[in-house]
């Protein structure tokens, strides 16, 4: 691919200025992953954020039992005895340098730039400039944020809760970095208070696997663990989910799974280099040799069309059974634990071919092809991401996938099951510890036994319906305990006014970012510690816990003196405005002076906690229970694993249009940006591209450079994202992917998963248009 420029309107370059057309580059994309390049990556950011002493006495501690947990991906760790001495990714290391940076952001910042100053700013810009480091305020009509003490920032948002008329008009948002003792304490806050308002991140990436999985398996979680991948599994197949980039320390699991004899199919309507070959960074092989190939097999599956692939295999394997019984699946493990069988089979024994084929983009012959490694491989894992979890049919395809685990028996033993990959290091734990509207009763009772106060019943808002709430007038308050939510969620225009519609919105943060300045009448910023941080309290030096996305329980230790004498942990916060407003009724300054007073909590009301302050100290942790996993039972509302009938469809995408796909960018972890480049896709400079077919830009009549705009097409109108430079990139004919947050412009607020209510954001329907002259001229 040629070298190409283009000028992306609204991005900024480091220093807040606009980019000049030269700034954004382009060539041909990545076919390996990782190697020498990474590690330059990952010293070069860490010693400019850091410096050498403190990259040192940080990264030489991720992951480690003594260390603490990296504050990236929700990826699993080896054993004890099996870590590396850096046990971390490039992008690990970049997000614990991004945490621990010597920069800081202090109420002279504050002063010196106003609200309306800093909304010029892009995201990259805010949170490059360092750590928050006392409470600010931002009065009613005020232009600049100032300084205030915590008593008084405390006593603010106790007043403003305790004012409310209805407790219901607070909504509670939580990001999936908060620890397992934090997210306790913050959903025992909001319903003493009398809410279930508790959204979270989970409601915009994994929901729609906590949906499928909960309905046919009776558990919403993945049902493997990390040595079910390196140890045991045959095949291994990877679908809606970019590893190299999102998961980067997966790739040395998938090379011993490799080394051991494992396959490894990968579908993605984008060729990524995590699934080419893997140049370890810790071996010879990885250095200097040619590396590890992954992936086997590659399917270029359209936009959306994985839920076609999956009932295309199913038919396979139901044919090859029909014409020799007994050869393809495993019909004691059907009898004996599932329901729903012959609904499903008769459905799929209609379905058409030339139907599974074009919504899938897959020929028959190559999903068949498939179908014979799945028929060669004894235990089968299945992994995906938000590629899967965020269409109008998300929770159908997963259900479809359970089908095709539960066809041959690939529930409950070694080297087998479903692997939902979490993104965030404690989005698992945050909904374990109760973290999300609608928990169970049997949860409350537990949580009414242990406190004595009967919490709320009535289902609260999820994440959209909590900005349809603030958009309407329905919410008072707004807290987020972490997170960025004005960049992480839909419809970007509708939620930044959303916010706006609040009388006072409060957010608890290590550093500055866009839902800052998307603030309502009043605002607050409580600065918090980071992960990186020790934190003392008054029975002394306190850890925390995280589980992982294999459900494995462990503690995480900061290392680093915190960043200033201000900043308090998110424990202490939600415990001190506890007390603040209910008095010390609960124990909230018992649970502040010393986390083992809230782990033994959790361990009289979350089940699979029992000994948890003796257990989580041992090296590792421990994994919780999972019963389909550990003994084959379901508990579903018929005790039995269930098969379900869905029927496959896809997004229609009318002559002229294109379904649009978001995707990271190798130098991002979610809303937050390290840098412009994403080295894996060639790009350089910039975010603002749009990836196309060749034969779309041609059909389009355009040239791979061109500029344009995007307008998505929904039901409610159009939104239009201006200034894209369009890059020829091997996706599938009809599709195209754009990085996000800057195309959550383009997702309509009502377009959600059925079920999960879960932000479609990867597959809008969009036109592509010649940029407008005022892009051209930006």
């Known amino acids: 691919m040629a070298e190409q420029t283009s000028n992306p309107r609204g991005t900024h370059t480091s220093d807040g200025g606009p980019a000049s057309i030269s700034d954004v580059t382009s060539s041909s994309p990545k076919k390996s992953s ?3 390049h990474g590690i330059a990556e990952s010293a070069r950011y860490s010693l400019a954020e850091m410096g050498p002493r403190r990259s040192l006495l940080t990264l030489l501690s991720v992951n480690h039992v003594d260390g603490f947990d990296c504050p990236s991906c929700a990826w699993g760790d080896p054993e004890p005895g099996h870590r590396k001495t850096a046990e971390f990714c490039e992008n690990g290391a970049k997000a614990v340098a991004w945490e621990a940076t010597r920069k800081r952001v202090d109420a002279a910042f504050f002063a010196e730039h106003s609200i309306a100053d800093l909304r010029e700013r892009d995201g990259h810009w805010l949170e490059a400039q360092g750590r928050l480091t006392q409470p600010m ?3 009613p009509g005020a232009t600049h944020y100032a300084p205030l003490t915590w008593d008084d920032a405390l006593t603010r948002v106790a007043d403003s809760l305790r004012g409310l008329g209805d407790p219901n008009r607070a909504v509670f948002y939580t990001s999936g970095r908060t620890s397992n003792e934090a997210a306790f304490l913050y959903q025992l806050l909001a319903r003493r208070l009398g809410t279930n308002n508790l959204p979270d991140c989970s409601n915009l990436c994994h929901e729609s696997s906590g949906a499928a999985l909960a309905e046919t398996l009776g558990v919403g979680k993945g049902l493997i663990s990390y040595g079910d991948i390196t140890d045991h599994a045959d095949l291994i197949i990877i679908v809606g989910q970019n590893p190299g980039t999102c998961h980067p320390r997966m790739l040395t699991a998938l090379e011993e799974a490799k080394q051991r004899g494992a396959r490894i199919i990968a579908a993605n309507p984008l060729p990524e280099a995590g699934f080419g070959r893997f140049h370890n960074p ?10 590890t190939k992954l992936a086997d097999r590659y399917l270029p599956v359209r936009v959306n069309g994985d839920l076609a692939l999956f009932a295309g295999l199913n038919r396979a394997l139901l044919d090859q059974e029909d014409a020799r019984p007994g050869s393809a699946l495993d019909h004691d493990f059907i009898d004996r634990y599932c329901d729903g069988f012959e609904e499903a089979a008769a459905a799929w024994r209609t379905l058409d071919w030339a139907r599974i084929e074009t919504l899938s983009g897959l020929s028959r012959r190559r999903i068949e092809s498939c179908a014979a490694d799945v028929l060669a491989a004894d235990s089968v894992i299945v992994c995906w991401a938000m590629g899967l979890t965020q269409h109008r049919n998300a929770v159908a395809t997963i259900r479809e996938i359970v089908n095709f685990l539960l066809l041959r028996g690939n529930i409950g033993r070694p080297g087998a099951g479903p692997a939902p990959i979490r993104g965030h290091s ?13 928990m169970p009763d049997a949860f409350l009772d537990k949580l009414r036994g242990e406190f004595g106060f009967d919490p709320p019943r009535a289902h609260g808002l999820d994440t959209v319906d909590s900005i349809r709430a603030m958009r309407d007038g329905g919410i008072d308050v707004f807290i987020g305990l972490g997170g960025n939510f004005a960049a992480a969620t839909p419809d970007t225009e509708v939620t930044e006014a959303a916010l706006a519609n609040c009388a006072l919105t409060v957010h608890v943060a290590t550093k500055l970012n866009r839902s800052h300045l998307c603030h309502g009448t009043e605002a607050l910023l409580l600065p918090c510690l980071g992960r990186t941080e020790r934190d003392e309290q008054a029975s002394g030096e306190q850890f925390v816990t995280v589980e992982d996305t294999m459900a494995m329980v462990h503690a995480s230790r900061g290392r680093l003196r915190p960043g200033t004498q201000h900043l308090r942990s998110e424990v202490a916060i939600i415990a001190d405005l506890g007390h603040a407003l209910f008095g010390d009724e609960l124990g909230w300054r018992a649970m502040r002076d010393d986390y083992a007073v809230i782990r033994r909590h959790i361990e009289h009301v979350v089940p699979g906690f029992h000994a948890f302050e003796q257990r989580v100290q041992q090296p590792g942790g421990f994994m919780l229970p999972r019963g389909p996993r550990d003994s084959r039972t379901f508990p579903t509302e018929t005790g039995k694993a269930r098969f379900t009938v869905n029927a496959p469809t896809a997004t229609e995408v009318p002559p002229g ?3 649009l796909t978001t995707v990271r960018s190798h130098d991002q972890f979610n809303t937050t940006i390290y840098g412009l480049d994403d080295r894996y896709r060639g790009i350089k400079g910039g975010r603002r591209v749009v ?7 041609r059909g389009l009549h355009l040239r791979d450079g061109d500029l344009v705009d995007l307008i998505s097409v929904n039901p409610d109108g159009e939104r239009r994202a201006p200034g894209f430079r369009a890059v020829r990139y091997p996706t ?4 195209a992917a754009a990085y996000y947050p800057e195309t959550n412009v383009l997702v309509a607020l009502d377009a959600t998963a059925e079920i999960s209510n879960t932000p479609a954001t990867k597959s809008i329907l969009i036109r592509v248009e010649r940029a407008s002259a005022t892009a051209r001229r930006s």
């Open 34 to 36: 990782v190697g020498l």
């Open 137 to 139: 305020y931002l009065a």
């Open 657 to 659: 249009h294109l379904l």
């Open 282 to 291: 810790q071996t010879a092989r990885g250095l200097v040799g040619p590396g």
């Open 426 to 438: 404690n989005v698992q734990g945050d909904r374990t510890m109760g973290i999300w509207e609608k």
């Open 732 to 735: 599938p004919r009809g599709c």
């Open 691 to 697: 990836f196309l077919n060749r034969d779309d830009l």
